[in-house]
């Protein structure tokens, strides 16, 4: 959209939308909107003032910035988004290497016991044998 000098005239709409970049829609859309009111009316033609070439140009440069804003906070989002992402998968491997951890400490200490019960079970075992032969001796003795 090349800026051209812009007289102090009037200007139809078709005017307008040429030296504006836009169709003749989005100026009348433009138009309406800001109820500007035509300079003249001839044989059925609007003509306005031509400032409504650099409100409407100025108009199109903020929608410019607001998307380009818009596209930068996009990727920014996107940028946290995969962030998260990463920290996420990295936590749930987390959770998994201290979930096979825990398991594999269960069984230890549940082998653990399993012995710790075995060797109760063969002192018992002793126990009673030592007080057998030593009932055994007595009779004897007696």
Known sequence: MAKTQIESKVLTVSEIAEKAGITRNKVWSFIRRNKIKPVSKKSGKFKFDSKVVLEIENKQ????????????????????????????????????????????????????RLDNQKKEKLLEDAAHDKEDAHDKIEAVSA
């Open 61 to 112: 440069q903020k929608k410019r910035i607001e998307n380009n804003k818009k596209e930068d906070d996009a990727g920014i989002s996107t940028t946290v988004l995969e962030i998260f992402k990463k920290q996420l998968e990295k936590k749930d491997q987390q959770i998994k290497d201290q979930a096979k951890t825990i398991d594999f400490l269960k069984g230890e200490i549940l082998r653990a």
